[in-house]
C-alpha cells in the first residue's frame, strides 16, 4: 500500500511504502527520503471518514 506522509524528521511529504510488522502489531514504513523508521500508533475511525492512521518516529540512530 502506497500512501503519502509527511516525515516526522525531514518534514518532506513523500510517497511511502507501508507494510504490515507483525512484531508492533501495526504498520511501518521507512521515510523515502532520509531513511526514518515510523511505526504505527493509533488507528481513528470517524464515521464517514477514510481512516487515519497516526505514525510516530522511531529514532534508531
Ligand atoms: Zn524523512
Redesign the pocket.
Known sequence: MTVKFV?Q??G?E?EVDMHYDKNIDGQVFN?A??G?RHVQIDEIKAPGAPVEMRFRLVDES
Open positions: 516525515c524528521k525531514c518532506k513523500t521515510c527520503g532520509c526514518a
